[in-house]
């Protein structure tokens, strides 16, 4: 019976249909829910709703939402960043502004697009003025994540950025040292890349991240393992 109303009301709330609770409480529901399944065995529709309750550590006291994730389902390529950030919390979706717009332009080169891909972040809630993330709250969001890794099945995942590069592969190397490698998580390849932001501010490295980008198409189109 719980499993079938939190599909009613993520139906609901899909439709954009607000689902009503008082102010600054979580929906029982969605509450039980998040109790009984820590995030390893959602569908979509749960693990959303998981997500928009969850309250495992303290960033959700000031967020203003959670940012779940975007793009396919079924995607080929897994984008994963850090955190949000203020514009990301305000709009709930990853990778927004100059950094989002370039990281688009990226994947346009790649013949790839935002809605072809699946691009979520190793925190799903922003941190106070843009921190690194701690490591007790990506412990905390780390099932999420990795359900999301096992409902997209993705063949190639690309670590954005120095946090999550260190977060999935459990190191502290420079982002220099671990690109231009096939990593592997769990019995995924993995890739690591500059972030946006910092491409931004230095944009000779531009050529590196492309060739990053190359050596994750020719993993996808089994020229490599």
Same mark, same amino acid.
């Given at each position: 019976?719980? =499993? ?5 009301? @993520?139906?609901?709330?899909? *439709? ?10 979580? #929906?029982?529901? +969605?509450? #039980? ?9 959602? %569908? ?5 709703? $998981? ?13 203003? =939402?959670?940012?779940?994730?975007? %793009?396919?389902? #079924?995607? /080929?390529? *897994? &984008? ?34 935002? #809605?072809?891909?699946?691009? @979520? ?5 922003? !941190? ?27 063949? +190639? ?9 260190? =977060?999935?592969?459990?190191? /502290?190397? !420079? ?24 491409? &931004?501010? $230095? !944009? ?6 492309? /060739? ?12 490599? $393992?």
């Amino acid at each position: 019976m719980m =499993q079938s109303e939190l599909e009613r009301r @993520a139906y609901l709330r899909a *439709m954009g249909i607000d689902v009503w609770v008082p102010r600054n409480q979580v #929906d029982p529901v +969605i509450e #039980d829910l998040v109790a009984e399944n820590p995030g390893e065995t959602l %569908g979509w529709d749960e693990l959303r709703a $998981s997500v928009a309750a969850c309250t495992r550590c303290e960033l959700h006291k000031g967020r203003t =939402q959670t940012v779940f994730g975007v %793009g396919s389902p #079924d995607a /080929d390529w *897994m &984008l994963i960043g850090e955190a949000p950030g203020a514009e990301e919390d305000r709009r709930g979706e990853p990778f927004v502004g100059r950094a989002g717009k370039l990281l688009d332009e990226m994947l346009r080169a790649i013949g790839e697009a935002r #809605d072809s891909v699946f691009i @979520a972040n190793i925190l799903k809630c922003r !941190p106070p003025n843009n921190r690194d993330p701690k490591p007790d709250e990506a412990a905390a969001c780390r099932s999420y994540l990795e359900r999301q890794i096992e409902l997209v099945q993705p063949r +190639i995942l690309l670590a954005v950025g120095r946090i999550a590069a260190h =977060q999935l592969l459990e190191t /502290d190397e !420079p982002v220099g040292r671990l690109r231009g490698k096939v990593h592997r998580l769990g019995e995924t390849p993995l890739i690591v890349t500059y972030h946006p932001a910092y491409l &931004l501010r $230095s !944009p000779s490295q531009k050529r590196k991240s492309w /060739d990053d980008l190359c050596l994750a198409r020719r993993v996808v189109s089994g020229a490599m $393992s």
